[in-house]
């Protein structure tokens, strides 16, 4: 009897090993082998009053630009990541405030990340210094952004990055915010974090005609202090999008900047009304794929 029983013992650990090796290739095949049709995905984040955006290449390269104040952005990420997934690509800082990388710390102790991109700019606070180190525990590739820089995300699409085109750890957090361009075909975004008028039309004066996009993540939440008209003229983008929380105290997004864009006639979508604000690009053209898209209204008051 108890020969009978250990050979069933060995015959379950069998079937059960079997079973996790099969699993594991089913794992792997959807990973690696997801097809997407050559599609990229660009999402604005619902992380209530601050930034997180997520990108897709057509080859599964997944970035997140900011995360967000506190542990929003581990609800949200499994909103655009499989639940298997638990690889990141990249993480870029665009500014160290709070708002904009908070949400990081939570992260990397549950996904794998290969690299980390950081303007320059300095924090004290104990919260940065906290992801500083897991960056260094975890030996997390890091990467001084400067203007110029190429990032290839596979599959046609990458990032350019457009500021800071100098050391900028003597500029305030808002100042020295990494702006990039998403680029895939004939489509592209404009993406930066707190990033002021001063700096938006420094970009123009440039005179290098890299601002054109399809959309403009505009800066700082749509602060009065962001998308001056000249650089939303010279961006001339078909769709503008904040991200901003309800009712915040902060007014965002503020009534001139809304009047900036409505003047020069851009739809704008915020987070506070859509929520997760979703487009797909197939390198031709960008598509919303919310249902029933609502318009931003000053102050981020929720209809």
């Known amino acids: ?103 990081f710390i939570p992260l990397t102790g549950k996904y794998s990340i290969d690299v980390v991109v950081e303007p320059g700019t300095v924090s004290l606070t104990s919260e940065y210094a906290v ?44 100042n020295g915010s990494i702006v990039t361009r998403l680029v895939y075909g004939h489509t592209s975004v404009i993406l930066q974090g707190d990033s002021t008028s001063n700096i938006e039309n420094y970009l123009v004066t440039l005179g290098e005609g890299n601002l054109k996009s399809t959309i403009l993540k505009a800066g700082h939440h749509g602060s009065r202090t962001s998308t001056s008209e000249e650089y939303v003229t010279a961006v001339s983008p078909l769709w503008t999008v904040i991200s901003s929380g309800i009712n915040n105290s902060y007014g965002h997004p503020h009534k001139e900047t809304l009047d900036t864009l409505n003047k020069l006639k851009i739809p704008t979508l915020d987070t ?32």
């Open 272 to 303: 506070c009304n859509n929520g997760r604000i979703i487009f797909e690009s197939d390198g031709k053209s960008f598509i919303l794929k919310n249902k029933n898209p609502i318009l931003a209204i000053s102050g981020c008051v929720k209809k």
């Open 1 to 103: 009897m108890r020969q009978i029983f250990l050979n069933v013992r060995t015959y379950l650990r069998w079937y059960a090993l079997i079973f996790l090796v099969f699993f594991s290739v089913i794992l792997w095949f959807a990973v690696i082998h997801e097809d997407r049709n050559g599609i990229l995905t660009f999402a604005v984040l619902d992380v209530g009053q601050g930034d997180a955006l997520f990108i897709e290449s057509p080859t599964g390269t997944q970035v997140l630009v900011d995360g967000g104040p506190g542990k929003t952005l581990m609800r949200e990420i499994t909103a655009v990541m499989p639940w298997y997934d638990r690889h990141i690509d990249m993480l870029v800082v665009t500014n160290p405030d709070k708002d904009h990388y908070e949400g």
């Open 131 to 174: 992801l500083e180190k897991e960056i260094a525990v975890k030996k997390i590739t890091k990467i001084l952004a400067r203007r110029g820089q190429i990032i290839d995300l596979g599959g046609g699409a990458y990032l350019q990055i457009l500021f800071p085109d100098r050391d900028v750890s003597g500029l305030s957090s808002n």
